[in-house]
């Protein structure tokens, strides 16, 4: 039986499909990191020493606007990885990564990864795993392009927690305002309308969902990687 981060990375979202002995190797160049609430991993414009695969909590990936504040561009759930980036386009990473939730993580030094890439096999499987990644997120983008703030949160709680009637999401009401790309105060708003028609609402830590409320947004959210 594989040993848990050899596992873990075969049935990540980027490495899933890489062969076993490839994934043996990542694990092996592997080292773990945990973070606290609110810890940065690395900040925008850092050198990029690292690629990461979150294990368990939530990272939150951030941009600096021209306004002086942040844009999120996204949340990290387990089983994703993140920064592939400094591998190929460019040796800083372009986006600020912080911990939403106590979280830990792999990280694979980009000095090892270059170094496995350098192997055919390997290369050809991670290229075609970055491949189905790019295809994944530009899907998603294209999709929720079009889609209003109740249809990004639906695609949000679907895409990090699945559908149920109840769910504790350990982030803050802001944390998920930034994740679906609105403000908290519309965020409220929003709460406030879906609360009054019992189709959303919180319950202390736990965000209680009617049926309803996911039948209303089915396909929203639904991507393969």
């Known amino acids: 039986m594989a040993d848990e981060p050899t596992r873990l990375i075969g049935e990540s979202d980027l490495f899933r499909g890489l062969e076993p002995e490839a994934c043996r190797q990542l694990a092996a160049c592997g080292r773990e990191r945990r973070l606290r609430k609110r810890e940065v991993l690395f900040f925008e414009g850092n050198r990029g020493v690292a690629v990461f695969l979150l294990l368990e909590g939530r990272v939150g990936l951030t941009k600096a606007a021209a306004d002086g504040g942040e844009v999120s561009i996204r949340t990290i759930k387990p089983g994703e990885s993140f920064a592939e980036v400094i591998l190929f386009e460019q040796d800083r990473y372009p986006v600020t990564a912080a911990a939403l939730t106590a979280s830990r993580a792999l990280s694979f030094a980009r000095a090892d990864l270059l170094r496995l890439l350098d192997h055919r096999p390997f290369r050809n499987a991670f290229i075609a795993a970055l491949m189905r990644k ?32 109840s769910i504790t999401p350990g982030l803050s009401k802001k944390d998920v305002a930034a994740a679906i790309g609105t403000t908290p105060e519309t965020f409220s708003r929003l709460l406030r309308r879906l609360g009054r028609r019992r189709l959303l609402f919180w319950r202390g830590k736990t965000l209680c969902i009617a049926p309803a409320f996911w039948e209303r947004f089915q396909a929203v959210g639904r991507f393969q990687a």
């Not at 994944?136 to 639906?154: D, I, P, Q």
Request: charged share 35%; glycine share 10%; net charge negative.
């Open 134 to 165: 790019q295809r994944y997120l530009a899907e998603r983008v294209r999709h929720l392009a079009s889609c209003g703030v109740e249809e990004r949160l639906s695609a949000f709680l679907r895409e990090q927690f699945g559908e149920g009637e």
